[in-house]
């Protein structure tokens, strides 16, 4: 589920900082091994259902493995970002929350792949954070990231950006208040998926209510603003953000051939030079 976001985020970073992607052959090889590895991870759920200790220490290193190729697609996106001509739109304020967010995630999916901590905090509130950090963190601000990317391409007219930064900003404070207390309250016991709980645990309960709340909020603003952008935005230019790659180079949107000749390709696609 997180390939595909992966893979927004390595087309809007180049673009945004006018760089080609560094490590190219890294990023590609590294999608690969999450791909390979990432079948034969799924013991790191069972740890206590009763599975031999083989087992356990089999599912736990394969947990870790996995986590290397994901760690090297991170360091070659913040790499690609030094030093570059950042153009901060939208698009890359969603690709950089993305890896701020996935980079948590990640962090604490080790600790979960840790026969020891997961036996600690398996099934609570913890696991919780950590899903949606990177299911949510990771794949829905990577999708809101594509969205903003590409919408103007698809039906021509561009969104309000005032707007797209206050959503922004309330979606990513409103996702960390949601989020982020279920990490302390899931340590401290707090079981998942009982709505009833001890009173220690209400004030981050509290917390957490309010982000979701603030989240929505974000969400539907995001969405209104896009809506409009469809219906009213601006004519949106053939390249609006400046990109290399081949739907670029077309009008938007674009028309049903696309192309009115075979496009001849003269340079790498990610080439800003």
């Not at 309250?185 to 917390?207: C, L």
Request: hydrophobic fraction near 50%; include cysteine.
């Amino acid at each position: 589920m997180i390939l595909p976001a992966m893979g927004v985020i390595t087309e809007i970073i180049p673009t945004f900082c006018q760089r080609q992607i560094y490590g190219y052959k890294a990023v590609a090889i590294s999608s690969l091994a999450i791909a390979g590895v990432g079948f034969l991870v799924w013991g790191h759920h069972m740890y206590t259902s009763g599975m031999s200790e083989q087992a356990r220490w089999f599912f736990s290193l394969l947990t870790f493995i996995v986590a290397v190729p994901s760690a090297i697609k991170v360091f070659n996106w913040i790499s690609t970002m030094y030093r570059g001509s950042i153009d901060v739109k939208p698009p890359f304020l969603y690709a950089i929350s993305f890896i701020f967010l996935f980079i948590i995630g990640g962090t604490t999916g080790l600790l979960l792949g840790s026969v020891a901590t997961n036996v600690q905090v398996h099934d609570t509130s913890f696991v919780v954070a950590h899903f949606h950090y990177i299911i949510f963190g990771g794949m829905g601000f990577a999708f809101f990231a594509a969205i903003h990317y590409w919408l103007p391409k698809m039906y021509g007219r561009m969104y309000n950006f005032k707007i797209a930064y206050i959503a922004w900003g309330i979606n990513f404070v409103g996702f960390n208040l949601l989020y982020f207390p279920q990490f302390i309250i899931g340590v401290e016991g707090m079981p998942r998926r009982y709505f009833d709980y001890p009173p220690q645990f209400q004030p981050m309960q509290i917390v957490s209510s309010i982000g979701g709340f603030i989240l929505i909020s974000g969400l539907i603003l995001m969405v209104y603003n896009l809506v409009q952008g469809v219906r009213k935005g601006a004519p949106a230019p053939a390249n609006p953000w400046h990109g290399s790659t081949l739907e670029w180079q077309i009008p938007s949107p674009p028309s049903l051939e696309n192309f009115d000749e075979e496009p001849e390709i003269k340079k790498n696609p990610y080439d800003y030079k």
